[in-house]
């Protein structure tokens, strides 16, 4: 109980400031004179990115906020490319704003927030958003997809016999179509932002969990338990949306022993008893994580939830009856209902990165859930682990 509320403690105490702090990646900015700056840009969240940027020339120097008017641009090495540029008169706004580059180019495509634009010889033109339009006769009216960005980029692409009849209105798949069109106009600046838009690790770890079960039904008895658990997992997450919030998917086996003691009386006579319970089980939790920073070189939050299944079980225990003359010892087996479990874990835990996509980490969880014991329809128990893990993601 002091162990969780320290950790209450420290949650509401830094984690604000966690929050708070800009993630700084290696970056550079673009002068309106056009000298570029090396240094550190912050890393944020789509909305944030074409707000302004956050920038410093040396990692813990001072922090300099540009709007679009005050910079050509700025980028994350590795990763995005925002450019300021004037959106057209048709347009959502009509002021100079950051646009993120996908396609470089002859053909050059920005995105801005929901917005699709091309540039051309130095002219900007909007991909109108597609819409259902009504056409036909008022007693039998038909619903028709209006895509004229589709017209738009094939009469740009006129000059390779290329069309776009196919690509959807989304990022990935205008991209591809753009960036083919480079390609064959033979450009050698032709680039694409190549961060892929879900990526998969593979996780493996050790725990030494340190837990707590009771069992209450007609009498309290507390058991504790110390053992290693074992697993593995997958995690996915979406670098080219944001790399800071991971999914996660595990399986923990485990084989904990524990030791409770009840005294209390029965018809009169005072009982001890000393009860032995072994369960093997195989537990699927299903996480989100919040990485601070980049994965990689960074601090992190967890929340999840489990499932646990309990494949086996052996429970035992000896009794000790005082009666007149004497005491008298017995032991039996089973005697206790067991059931599947189900709760929720909170975690925090550090990744350092070892060599190129290798990470280790360490990781402390709170885990609280309904115990072994209990039938399919009562549960008579609960069950508290306190989680040391240590791990590779790859």
């Given at each position: 109980?002091?162990?969780?509320?320290?950790?209450?403690?420290?949650?509401?105490?830094?984690?604000?400031t966690?929050?708070?702090a800009q993630?700084?990646?290696?970056?550079?900015?673009?002068?309106?004179?056009?000298?570029?700056v090396k240094?550190?840009?912050?890393?944020?969240?789509?909305?944030k990115?074409?707000e302004?940027?956050?920038?410093?020339?040396?990692?813990?120097g001072?922090?300099?906020?540009?709007?679009?008017t005050?910079i050509?641009g700025?980028?994350?090495?590795?990763?995005r490319?925002y450019?300021?540029i004037?959106?057209?008169?048709?347009?959502?706004?009509?002021?100079?704003?950051f646009?993120?580059?996908?396609?470089?180019g002859y053909?050059?495509l920005?995105?801005?927030?929901?917005?699709?634009?091309?540039e051309?010889?130095d002219?900007?033109t909007?991909?109108?958003?597609?819409?259902d339009?009504?056409?036909?006769p008022?007693?039998?009216?038909k619903?028709?997809r209006?895509s004229?960005?589709?017209?738009i980029?094939?009469?740009?692409m006129?000059d390779?016999e290329?069309?776009?009849?196919?690509?959807s209105?989304?990022?990935g798949?205008l991209?591809?179509?753009v960036f083919?069109?480079?390609?064959?106009?033979?450009?050698?600046?032709?680039?694409?932002?190549?961060?892929?838009?879900?990526?998969?690790?593979?996780?493996?770890?050790?725990?030494?969990?340190?837990?707590?079960?009771?069992?209450?039904?007609f009498?309290?008895?507390p058991?504790?338990?110390?053992s290693?658990?074992?697993?593995?997992?997958l995690?996915i997450?979406?670098?080219?949306v944001?790399d800071?919030v991971?999914?996660?998917?595990e399986?923990?086996?485990?084989?904990?022993?524990?030791?409770?003691?009840?005294e209390?009386?029965?018809?009169?006579d005072?009982?001890?008893?000393?009860?032995?319970a072994?369960?093997?089980?195989?537990?699927?939790?299903?996480?989100?994580?919040y990485?601070?920073r980049?994965?990689?070189?960074?601090?992190?939050?967890?929340?999840?939830?489990h499932?646990?299944?309990?494949?086996?079980?052996?429970?035992?225990?000896?009794e000790?009856?005082?009666i007149?003359?004497?005491?008298?010892?017995?032991e039996f087996?089973?005697g206790?209902?067991?059931?599947?479990?189900?709760?929720?874990?909170?975690g925090?835990?550090y990744?350092?990165?070892?060599f190129?996509d290798?990470?280790i980490?360490?990781?402390?969880?709170y885990?609280?859930?309904e115990?072994y014991?209990?039938?399919?329809?009562?549960?008579?128990?609960r069950?508290v682990?306190?989680?040391?893990?240590v791990?590779?993601?790859?």
């Amino acid at each position: 109980m002091y162990l969780v509320i320290f950790l209450v403690t420290c949650v509401v105490m830094f984690i604000p400031t966690l929050l708070s702090a800009q993630d700084f990646r290696p970056g550079y900015i673009v002068k309106n004179g056009g000298d570029t700056v090396k240094g550190f840009a912050a890393y944020q969240s789509g909305k944030k990115s074409i707000e302004g940027c956050a920038f410093r020339e040396t990692r813990k120097g001072a922090t300099s906020t540009y709007a679009a008017t005050d910079i050509q641009g700025y980028g994350i090495f590795g990763d995005r490319l925002y450019k300021s540029i004037e959106l057209p008169i048709d347009s959502v706004k009509n002021r100079k704003v950051f646009a993120k580059i996908l396609v470089q180019g002859y053909l050059t495509l920005y995105q801005y927030i929901e917005f699709f634009l091309v540039e051309r010889n130095d002219t900007l033109t909007v991909l109108p958003k597609p819409k259902d339009e009504q056409v036909g006769p008022q007693n039998d009216l038909k619903i028709k997809r209006d895509s004229k960005y589709i017209g738009i980029l094939n009469y740009m692409m006129l000059d390779c016999e290329m069309n776009a009849n196919r690509a959807s209105f989304a990022e990935g798949s205008l991209s591809k179509v753009v960036f083919k069109y480079n390609q064959c106009k033979k450009t050698d600046i032709a680039k694409q932002n190549l961060r892929p838009l879900a990526k998969l690790d593979i996780v493996i770890f050790a725990s030494y969990v340190n837990s707590h079960l009771t069992y209450d039904h007609f009498k309290l008895i507390p058991f504790q338990g110390n053992s290693v658990a074992g697993g593995g997992g997958l995690e996915i997450y979406s670098p080219r949306v944001f790399d800071r919030v991971v999914f996660s998917l595990e399986t923990w086996y485990n084989k904990s022993f524990y030791q409770g003691y009840y005294e209390g009386t029965f018809a009169g006579d005072v009982i001890r008893e000393d009860v032995f319970a072994e369960f093997t089980s195989l537990k699927i939790p299903f996480g989100i994580r919040y990485n601070f920073r980049s994965p990689g070189n960074t601090p992190y939050l967890k929340f999840g939830i489990h499932w646990s299944s309990t494949n086996s079980f052996a429970v035992s225990t000896i009794e000790e009856r005082a009666i007149a003359g004497g005491v008298l010892t017995d032991e039996f087996p089973g005697g206790y209902d067991v059931k599947n479990t189900k709760g929720f874990s909170i975690g925090a835990g550090y990744e350092k990165t070892l060599f190129k996509d290798t990470r280790i980490f360490t990781e402390f969880k709170y885990e609280r859930s309904e115990g072994y014991f209990g039938s399919p329809v009562v549960n008579d128990s609960r069950l508290v682990n306190y989680n040391f893990l240590v791990g590779l993601r790859f």
